[in-house]
């Protein structure tokens, strides 16, 4: 069974934010036992990490929305290369002498095109599989609980 690059995100991430099975942070108060006086230290090294993790964590989404921010103008800029490519290939098109010089420019302008549409295909895939799963996972972990 293939998972979606979603869901595998979602797999990859979900033990980040949950307490692994059997650990009590808030143990109740009349439980004892051996692993009664190690609890507050495993609550308080987890709260640690976490107050650790979770602004490292911001920052690396703020740092993917900028990068995702520069690959849109990237994006903008090549579209207006790929425009000025088709207009050239059309201008040798249509003279003899340059019919040549047009289809190449024309199959250099179909690469860039494939080449454009697999970029914004990963763009998409990065803001939806990764920042907004990244997004929710630490808007869910900083709600009171």
């Not at 942070?25 to 640690?48: H, I, K, N, V």
């Not at 994006?75 to 340059?98: H, I, P």
Request: proline share 4%; charged share 25%; glycine share 6%.
């Amino acid at each position: 069974m293939s998972l979606s690059r979603s869901e595998e995100m979602h797999r990859l991430t979900e033990n980040v934010y949950k307490v692994k099975q059997g650990w009590h942070l808030d143990p109740p108060e009349s439980s004892g036992g051996p692993c009664q006086s190690r609890l507050p230290f495993l609550s308080s090294a987890f709260q640690t990490i976490m107050e650790q993790f979770n602004p490292s964590l911001r920052n690396f989404i703020a740092m993917g929305k900028n990068y995702e921010k520069a690959l849109a103008g990237v994006t903008y800029a090549a579209k207006g290369y790929f425009d000025a490519l088709v207009k050239m290939g059309e201008l040798a098109s249509e003279s003899q002498g340059s019919k040549e010089l047009g289809d190449v420019l024309f199959q250099m302008a179909e690469v860039h095109r494939q080449i454009q549409n697999q970029l914004e295909e990963m763009l998409k895939s990065f803001h939806n599989e990764l920042l907004t799963q990244l997004e929710q996972k630490v808007e869910l972990d900083s709600r009171p609980h």
